[in-house]
């Protein structure tokens, strides 16, 4: 049975779109030998008041899935990029935490990152940025729905 589907792949546009997103940013990350995924952790880490959240938190948030962040997270630690301690209050949880390095790189690499998202929004306009996001937003919000 030969069917032409009726709708476009939105899953893999929005791959292609995470690509060439990407591909503004990866020669910055490199250039710091940082991966995509540390990257995202340090951001997502640097964006709590507390610069901490437990590992499934930030297996959700950073859509890592939790056997790959054991080793990611493994790394870092071992690199200097975040630490692991027990929660005062309940010596179960796992904080993991921003270090002086990798707040120093953030404050390095923020900036450059930043340039690009201006080069971003120079090209779409502010108001179609705007839209994406919130289009973005509202996808996100369906697979949230109960």
Request: glycine share 6%; charged share 30%.
């Amino acid at each position: 049975m030969n069917r032409t589907l009726d709708h476009r792949n939105l899953a893999m546009l929005l791959l292609e779109a995470r690509e060439t997103l990407m591909g503004m940013f990866r020669p910055i990350l490199k250039e710091f030998a940082l991966t995509e995924q540390q990257w995202r952790i340090v951001r997502v880490l640097d964006g709590e008041p507390a610069h901490a959240l437990e590992a499934g938190q930030i297996a959700r948030r950073c859509c890592i899935l939790s056997p790959s962040l054991t080793g990611v997270l493994e790394r870092m630690e071992r690199d200097g990029l975040i630490t692991r301690t027990r929660a005062q209050e309940d010596q179960r949880r796992l904080l993991v935490s921003l270090t002086p390095q990798s707040r120093k790189l953030v404050s390095e690499i923020g900036p450059r990152i930043d340039e690009q998202y201006r080069l971003l929004e120079a090209r779409f306009g502010a108001d179609g940025l705007d839209d994406i996001y919130r289009a973005l937003d509202r996808l996100i919000e369906l697979g949230n729905a109960p």
